[in-house]
């Protein structure tokens, strides 16, 4: 049970892990680490969202706090829900934390919860504490779904209409795949109010799942989109099942979240961008020379921190969280990056033309070698401590950088190995100037990393 607590959010397998007695007491004791008294609460179209937002509302409701109830709503809803006033029982309040009930991209039998106190994520340690606290105690929750209805929803779409107005009646033909996913219940009412000519594929709710896995960083996914822009379209929109990650497809190309971050950045004045160990390095350098790139680690949270740290402008994965922090609240929501990439469209921005003008360089896919929970982060050391004296066969290493994972910089391309925070996994990505040169450090780095799993 401890495993539902991962460092980003908690996550399992409803009832299996995310049973009656764990989720109320998730609520419960979460609550009680709240300073404020009311706690907004939303969550996706899984078909087990409201069992567990009513076993989750217990709990809180016994610890003493008060429920906003924002109902079905995408992640971005959920966090924006932290910087804006409702008027509620006769009082203008600012919600004191959210909880998104959410299974993100994972299979329809799971869920869990993302949980934002006083507009910063909670994580790390914050969650893993909180679990021992739950797995530990001993309370008897009775049933209390009593919770205030919010419209946060509504209030989420009013302000894109205002802060996008000036989109209305964009000449692009758009398409859009929510995969059943949340993101359609907001991305639907904002292109209509904003008049826009798009053609909406899956953007009914459907925790079945029934067409695709909501996962747009899985190409599979994705093939409907492409045949629906070939036949009509100029730009293409994907989203996760709950809406904070984006795809963005032109006829020519899969745009990945650092080469967006690199477009992104050429429109903004003096940018100072956050990006994951897994971006290319081609981000870096482009951003580099018109603003400041700053490398940190892998996950949502983080960048999150990390952007209030540094004031930055932007933060992005490659997986396609973008994080405006111009403009915005520092957030990373998929509804709203699509909204800045068709603002980008408006004034004329090229979006292929935009990328032949960056260098080319041959990056691999993200790549995952399965391993053990318990042994993930100590292979990771183990290669670390190897990489310090390396066999005669290995690259020359320029340097290693090790804000998360172990990420090698060679003379023409990086190679990284990370474990993963949430699954069982080792994370590989390669990128050189040539295939045959990322390919090569690939298979180096392969061979080291075989050595290492076979001494634990």
């Known amino acids: 049970m401890h495993s539902i607590f991962r460092e980003y959010d908690i996550r399992g397998i409803f009832e299996k892990e995310l049973s009656e007695d764990i989720v109320k007491k998730i609520g419960y004791h979460l609550a009680q680490k709240v300073p404020g008294k009311y ?17 989750l509302v217990s709990g809180i409701n016994a610890a003493g706090k008060r429920v906003l109830d924002m109902g079905m709503v995408p992640t971005g809803v959920n966090y924006f829900s932290n910087f804006i006033e409702f008027e509620v029982e006769g009082e203008r309040i600012t919600p004191a934390a959210s909880i998104q009930i959410t299974g993100s991209h994972n299979p329809p039998e799971y869920n869990g919860f993302k949980i934002t106190v006083e507009k910063r994520p909670f994580f790390g340690e914050q969650i893993y504490a909180l ?19 919010i419209d946060a929803k509504e209030r989420y779409i009013a302000y894109m209409l205002q802060e996008f107005a000036h ?27 904003l008049e826009l000519s798009y053609k909406g594929l899956y953007c009914e709710p459907d925790g079945h799942f029934p067409n695709h896995h909501p996962d747009p960083s899985e190409e599979a996914n994705l093939a409907d989109l492409k045949r629906a822009l070939e036949a009509g379209g100029d730009i293409g929109f994907a989203f996760d099942g709950d809406g904070d990650r984006l795809a963005v497809l032109t006829k020519r190309y899969n745009i990945k979240g650092d080469i967006l971050a690199i477009i992104f950045a050429r429109h903004m004045e003096d940018p100072i961008v956050v990006g994951e160990v897994k971006c290319s390095q081609l981000m870096y350098d482009e951003i580099n020379r018109i603003g400041r790139a700053i490398m940190h680690k892998t996950g949502h949270s983080n ?3 990390k952007i209030a740290e540094v004031g930055a402008d932007l933060a992005a994965e490659v ?14 929501d998929g509804i709203y990056g699509a909204l800045r990439l068709l603002e980008l ?17 041959y990056t691999t896919p ?3 070698i399965p391993t053990k929970e318990e042994e993930k982060f100590a292979i990771i050391e183990e290669l670390k401590k190897r990489l310090q004296d390396p066999p005669p066969w290995f690259p020359p290493i320029v340097k290693i950088i090790d804000v998360d994972g172990v990420r090698i910089e060679f003379q023409r391309g ?8 949430t699954t069982p996994v080792l994370v590989t990505r390669f990128e050189a100037a040539t295939q045959e040169e990322a390919k090569g450090y690939e298979s180096a780095l392969l061979r080291l990393l075989g050595e290492v799993m076979e001494t634990l």
């Open 319 to 332: 997986s396609g969280h973008l994080f405006f922090n111009d403009r915005y609240f520092g957030f990373d």
């Open 39 to 55: 706690i907004a609460v939303g969550y996706d179209a899984r078909l087990h969202s409201p069992t567990l937002f009513e076993w």
């Open 167 to 193: 989109l209305r009646g964009l000449s692009q033909e758009i398409v859009v795949d929510c995969g059943n996913g949340v993101a359609g219940v907001v991305l639907e009412p904002i292109f209509q109010g």
């Open 414 to 421: 990086w190679a990284l190995v990370r474990a993963s925070n």
């Open 303 to 305: 960048l999150k921190v």
């Open 131 to 149: 679990g021992r606290e739950v797995l530990a105690s001993q309370v008897t929750i009775p049933d209390d779904g009593t919770a205030i209805p």
């Open 366 to 368: 993200e790549e995952k």
């Open 345 to 361: 469209l408006h004034k004329g921005v090229d979006l292929d033309r935009e990328i032949a003008t960056l260098p080319l360089l």
